[in-house]
């Protein structure tokens, strides 16, 4: 029989309520949920080193690239379509750029999972990468998908700028008007995502990729990717 205390501290899957909604998003998008994502630059710290990426200009840019050509748009898509039943997580590995962002999102969907299974009482199936994760937690606990992919997006670019603010390094002002500048990034993609579809996975950030490949030979680092 379950005790006093852990029957007041069960987890309600019927999230139908909108504040409960934004507070299980609140919690799983936070800084303190224990996933680790502050040690992944997503290729970031080798482009900043070397001096690709310099100020405000250059990091809005890289925020717009992602967003529309390549690892966000994936992720909206990979989102979606587990919201709909589909199994893409080896999909979602194979299109891994390189040997640390392979090991970055499975690493992040193994954290992710862990506390979903401790805390949450949701038992993932192992070896998820973390849209995957974070698509099939969403569909359990029942949250609508505009809000789970606005979160999502938002912690995701949170942690660039917040990599790049420390790493440049930057003033917390200029991090604090690209966080408000790239919400129009976001803005727009969502007005002309409404379309995308499995057949539109792919990306076209080169640089990016190239600089993440970099980053694996870098012989002083402070990212794991």
């Keep these: 029989m379950p005790t006093e205390l852990e029957e ?15 507070q299980i998003l609140q919690i ?18 080798a482009m900043i080193d070397n001096k690709y ?20 748009k994936n992720d909206f898509i990979y989102i979606k379509e587990t919201y709909q039943g589909y199994e893409l997580n080896d999909i979602v590995l ?3 750029s390189c040997k640390e962002r392979y090991f970055e999102t499975i690493s992040l969907g193994k954290s992710f999972s862990k506390i979903l299974k401790e805390t ?14 974070i698509g099939k937690a969403g569909l359990y606990f029942k949250i609508p998908f505009d809000k789970l992919i606005t979160f999502y997006f ?13 790493h440049i ?32 996975i792919g990306g076209i950030t080169f640089n990016l990729d ?15 990717s």
């Design 53 to 72: 990426i310099k100020d405000e200009i250059d990091i809005l840019n890289c925020i717009n690239v992602l967003t529309n050509h390549g690892t966000l």
């Design 154 to 166: 938002q912690s995701f670019i949170s942690n660039l700028i917040n990599i790049c603010v420390k």
């Design 120 to 133: 949450w009482g949701f038992d993932l199936e192992p070896n998820l990468s973390y849209p995957i994760c």
């Design 94 to 96: 194979a299109n891994a």
């Design 210 to 224: 190239l600089h993440s490949m970099h980053h694996e030979k870098l012989t002083s680092r402070i990212y794991i």
């Design 28 to 45: 799983w998008f936070s800084s303190s949920f224990p996933i680790g994502s502050f040690a992944y630059s997503h290729g970031l710290e």
């Design 169 to 200: 390094p930057l003033g917390q002002k200029i991090g604090q008007d690209c966080l408000l500048k790239s919400t129009s990034i976001v803005e727009n993609f969502f007005k002309n995502s409404k379309k995308l579809n499995l057949s539109d």
């Design 8 to 22: 007041h501290m069960a987890i309600d899957t019927n999230f139908s309520d909108d504040i409960k909604q934004n």
